[in-house]
């Protein structure tokens, strides 16, 4: 009895350990795949950052500028910019590895789940950064500007500070139209059901203009352009939704 269960207990280390193994090694083919990208870009550095900062640059009134208050801004400011591009460029492969990691742990009907996933995943967060980048950013940079010309203050931004800035609003607006895929997803899982999300609507409502207040900053402007679309995208993945309903079991019919 005691010999059956260190025979089991060994396998169930060398399962574990080998898992681990495998997901080392996955972790390292995707920080290997983000750091080829990042050198083929990192020549273009100033380029990208610069693209990166246009929506500010563009808003900035006569005489607004963005300044360097660190030594070393301009150099590391411009490399994490061209970091976070090649994130996103090499963001299929590290999805490719988490795929792979836990593909063999999954059902059949699991996996083709998986790829739909994983694409409407990716593009969703890029058209959310698009949307903060083409359309967030020039609105409520210009909104802010407009409040300087009656102070007289001159309107310099710090490039760290504006990195900070961006970030955030980009996590958040990516985060944010992931929405349709979770509500796909928690109904292909059977954990609500379609009925219940839309019952559910009025306080998803108010949950967006709750998130959109916290996570945005603090004007009525850039809240809407965040909870809007988050309300919209709600919408959409329970339009979606409806063809991932789960059919009932042989069983359920039965009963």
């Known amino acids: ?3 059956n269960n260190s025979t089991e207990d060994s396998g169930l280390q060398e399962s574990f350990l080998s898992h681990l193994f495998e997901l080392r090694d996955r972790v390292v083919k995707s920080a290997l795949a983000i750091i080829a990208v990042f ?3 990192v020549y273009w550095a100033p380029d990208i950052f610069h693209l990166f900062a246009q929506p500010l640059l563009e808003a900035l009134p006569a005489g607004g500028k963005m300044i360097v208050t660190d ?4 150099f590391f400011v411009p490399m994490k910019v061209t ?7 090499a963001l299929p492969v590290v999805m490719y590895q988490l795929w792979a990691f836990i593909a063999p742990g999954l059902y059949l009907h699991e996996r083709k789940l998986i790829l739909p996933l994983v694409v409407s995943s990716y593009s969703l967060f890029i058209i959310g950064m698009a949307f903060a980048y083409f359309l967030v950013f020039p609105t409520v ?3 802010m500007a407009s409040y300087n010309a009656p102070l007289g203050a001159e309107m310099s931004t710090d490039i760290d500070n504006y990195l900070s800035f961006a970030m955030t609003t980009f996590l958040a607006f990516g985060i944010t139209f992931e929405v349709p895929v979770v509500v796909v997803v928690l109904v292909r899982m059977g954990m609500v059901t ?3 999300l839309k019952e559910i609507r009025p306080y998803v409502i ?5 998130i959109s207040a916290v996570v945005t900053p603090p004007d009525v402007l850039s809240q809407l352009l965040l909870a809007i679309p988050m309300t919209l995208l709600y919408e959409l993945g329970l339009l979606v939704a409806r063809l991932y309903v789960p059919k009932p079991s042989v069983d359920d019919q039965s009963n």
């Open 194 to 196: 379609l009925a219940k």
């Open 71 to 74: 030594v070393t801004g301009s």
């Open 206 to 210: 108010v949950g967006a203009f709750v």
């Open 141 to 143: 940079f210009k909104f």
């Open 39 to 41: 050198i083929c870009l």
């Open 83 to 89: 970091m976070l591009v090649a994130f996103l460029i």
């Open 1 to 3: 009895m005691t010999e």
